[in-house]
């Protein structure tokens, strides 16, 4: 799937996301916002001006969040997004509104949506993380001008092929056809087990700056 695939499955099948922004005191603090649109440059939500949540975004551009979708931990498939959202004003009300009839119930008229701003998370970095599958299945993805940065366990050539890394992959994603042996990043939970018991330390981790 494509960044425009990932962002409209959250809009459109996740819809609520649990969202964590920066508070005062440099801590985070989640609430659950509603993702009404997206398109190729982001994702679009709204909240009003008179809440904490829009005063942290004001103070600090920084935003996270992760939603989810299935009735069970082993039916669920969720999206997490890193990135930055900015005010872009209340032009786009009327779309959001459009889109999403039933915000109508909440803020029925002009006088009640005259609180009401819009922010765009234009640039972020993302991942799809599906444990419906066998084996699992994730995806990293970004926009806005944002990269997908590679995270997670990789074999190096100090790889001596004993094969213990295999035997204790709950997901077996690890080639051992070759030397070194491969694993596949799109089934791997990043459990860290390979590198916990790799005699030779040829398994090196690598994570987001």
Known sequence: MQTRDYLSMLVHDMHTAVVATVGRDGRPVTCAIDMMDCDSAGLYFLTAKGKRFYDRLKANE???LTAL???DTLSCAAISVQGRARDIGPDRLPTLFEKNPYMKEIY?????RSALTVFHIYEGTGEWFDLSKRPIERARFAFGGAQAEETGYFVTDKCIGCKLCYAKCPQKCIDISQKPVVIAQEHCLHCGN???TCPARAIERRESP
């Open 194 to 196: 390979c590198y916990e």
């Open 62 to 64: 920084a935003i996270a």
């Open 69 to 71: 979708k299935g009735e």
């Open 108 to 112: 029925p008229d002009a006088r009640a």
